[in-house]
């Protein structure tokens, strides 16, 4: 079975600008979740989707958003990109959304380089 | 304070050695514990998961948690140069609607031939 895909793998814009990043989940995985890593705060949460609706969101300004297709994939996007957004951004999905021992399961992430 | 605190290292140790990879976290709510390995450039893949107190262990990986001393600790046996990453220990609490990971920084491991 085909693991978390994201793309694309790596990006670089401008301050301003804005961006849009995809993950497609496991076959069968209907909640995705989004992560951003960077070296000074670690993996921190973004937001959960699960069957098209945003079910959990992080402590992240409101230029971060994000919305999931009926397919399962999902989409983050940030308006506005500051120098601080540069990071690499993280998609999980997991099947049971937490029940029993089900846990998510990490893409290859994508490297956001705002300039 | 941090839910999650871990020592971010760097831990460089010998091939063979037995390494000790340890979290705490404040958080009583957290009941499933994860270790996360992630090798650069890559995202993070799942090592161990483990439910509320107790051992799991799985070839050279054991994984232990105290809840009573919110406490998790990942031991790598006889270590090989393959084993060089950042491992993550991540928890979440029973799920609903807060279902999200909380990982701690990561530590990274260097084993040397």
């Known amino acids: 079975k085909a693991g978390v895909t994201q793309t694309p793998r790596y990006l670089i814009k401008t301050r301003g600008q804005q961006v849009t990043l995809s993950c497609s989940p496991i076959?069968?995985?209907?909640?995705v979740s989004w992560y951003q890593q960077t070296p000074g705060q670690g993996l921190q949460f973004l937001f959960e989707?699960?069957?098209?609706?945003?079910?959990n969101k992080g402590n992240f300004p409101g230029r971060f958003s994000g919305r999931q297709f009926s397919n399962s994939r999902s989409e983050m996007n940030v308006s506005t990109l500051e120098l601080g957004d540069s990071a690499l951004y993280l998609c999980?999905?997991?099947?049971?959304?937490?029940?029993?021992?089900?846990?998510?399961?990490f893409g290859p992430g994508t490297r956001l380089t705002v300039l | 304070q941090k839910e999650v605190e871990q020592d971010p290292g760097p831990l460089s140790v010998p091939e063979g050695a037995i390494v000790s990879l340890n979290c705490t976290y404040s958080?009583?709510?957290?009941?499933?514990f994860m270790w996360y390995r992630q090798y650069s450039r890559k995202g993070p893949e799942l090592l161990m998961y483990?439910?509320?107190?107790g051992n799991k262990e799985d070839g050279r990986f054991t994984a232990q948690v105290d809840k009573s001393s919110k406490y998790i600790s990942l031991f790598i046996r006889d270590s090989q140069p393959s084993d060089s990453a950042t491992y993550l220990c991540?928890?979440?609490?029973?799920?609903?609607?807060?279902?999200?990971?909380?990982f701690g920084k990561g530590t990274l491991l260097t084993v040397n031939p």
């Open positions: 483990t439910y509320s107190s």
């Open positions: 989707y699960f069957s098209e609706t945003q079910r």
């Open positions: 076959s069968g995985h209907r909640s």
């Open positions: 958080n009583s709510a957290f009941q499933y």
């Open positions: 991540a928890m979440r609490d029973s799920g609903g609607s807060n279902y999200k990971l909380t």
């Open positions: 999980a999905s997991s099947l049971l959304r937490g029940a029993g021992t089900d846990t998510q399961y």
